[in-house]
C-alpha cells in the first residue's frame, strides 16, 4: 500500500508539473536580434490633437504683464493618476466635442486635427496679426498623454507620460513586464484616430519590431497582452483534475489508514 501511495503521488504531481510547462524560446524577447544598428526612418510622427485631450498651453514675451492675460490662474489644475498611483494636479484647455478650445482674448480656436507645431503656428500668427504681444512664446503640452497596460503583465495600469514620448518596451517594463504566460509574439496594440479604432499585433520576438512604427505610443493607446496556450489550458485543466487528484489521493489515504488500524 504505501508503494501505491507514492506512486499516486508522484502521478500527480508529474501531472500538474505537465499542465504548468511552456515554450522557453516563446518566453525570450528578440530572440532572432543579430548585433546591428537600427535607424530611425525619417522624422518623428506628430500626434494629431483630438477631441477630449486636455493642452497645457502657456503664452509668454518679454512683457511679462502684457503676457498674464493669456495666462489665467487655475487653467493648470485639474486630477490625473500616475503609474503609482497618486493623484497630481495638471489640467489646462479642454479640446470641445467639436474640436476648438477656448483661449483669453483669442477666444476660440481649432486644434483637433492639428499637431501641436500647427497649433502654436496658429495660436503665435494670430497674436501677431492682432498685434496683441512682441515676439511671442508659445507653448504647448499634452496633459493627459495617458497609455494602459493590461493582460498577463506583473503589474496592469495607465501610465501618464510626461515626457511625451514613450516606447512599448517602456510601458511593458513600468507595467512589471509580461508574465511568463504572456505572449510575446502577439501583443495587441489599440490606437484612436481620427474618431476611428484600429488594432495591430506586434511580434516582440522579431527584430523587424524595432522598425515598426508603433515602436512609440502615442497618447491613449491601449496595450493588450493575451495568456498564451500553456496558461489557458493550465487554468482549464487544474480547475478540472485538481480536485479530482486531491479527492482520489484521500480516499487512498482513508482506505491506507483502515487497513493499517485492521
Known amino acids: 500500500m ?18 504548468s510547462c511552456t515554450n522557453t524560446r516563446k518566453a525570450v524577447y528578440f530572440n532572432n536580434v ?4 537600427f535607424v530611425q526612418r525619417g522624422n518623428e510622427i506628430q500626434t494629431p490633437i483630438q477631441e477630449n485631450d486636455i493642452l497645457g498651453i502657456t503664452i509668454s514675451s518679454l512683457n511679462a504683464e502684457a503676457s498674464a492675460i493669456f495666462n489665467p490662474p487655475n487653467t493648470n489644475n485639474s486630477r490625473s493618476t500616475t503609474v503609482t498611483g497618486s493623484s497630481t494636479e495638471s489640467g489646462g484647455y479642454l479640446v470641445s466635442s467639436d474640436g476648438t478650445i477656448q483661449l483669453p482674448v483669442l477666444g476660440t480656436i481649432k ?20 498685434k496683441l504681444l512682441v515676439d511671442p512664446l508659445v507653448e504647448i503640452r499634452f496633459l493627459n ?16 507620460v510626461p515626457s511625451e514620448k ?15 504566460y504572456g505572449k510575446r509574439d502577439n501583443v495587441l496594440l489599440i490606437r484612436e484616430e481620427n474618431g476611428k479604432k484600429k488594432t ?3 511580434n516582440l520576438n522579431s527584430s523587424n519590431f524595432f522598425n515598426s512604427p508603433y515602436y512609440y505610443l502615442q497618447p491613449n493607446d491601449v496595450v493588450y497582452v493575451s ?12 480547475a478540472q483534475l485538481l480536485p479530482i487528484i486531491l479527492s ?12 493499517k488500524f485492521n
Open 2 to 19: 504505501p508503494r501505491t501511495l507514492k506512486f499516486l503521488f508522484f502521478a500527480a504531481l508529474i501531472m500538474l508539473l505537465s499542465i
Open 34 to 37: 543579430q548585433d546591428t544598428t
Open 111 to 130: 486644434a483637433a486635427g492639428l499637431t501641436k507645431k500647427e497649433l502654436k503656428d496658429n495660436i503665435t500668427n494670430m497674436i501677431l496679426s492682432k
Open 145 to 160: 498623454y495617458e497609455v494602459t497596460v493590461i493582460g498577463e503583465v506583473a503589474k496592469p495600469t495607465v501610465i501618464t
Open 166 to 180: 514613450i516606447s512599448l518596451l517602456k510601458a511593458l517594463g513600468l507595467a512589471g513586464d509580461l508574465t511568463i
Open 200 to 202: 495591430r499585433h506586434i
Open 227 to 238: 495568456p498564451n496556450k500553456a496558461k489557458i489550458a493550465s487554468a482549464g485543466r487544474t
Open 248 to 259: 482520489s489521493l484521500s480516499i487512498v489515504v482513508v482506505v491506507l489508514d483502515r487497513v
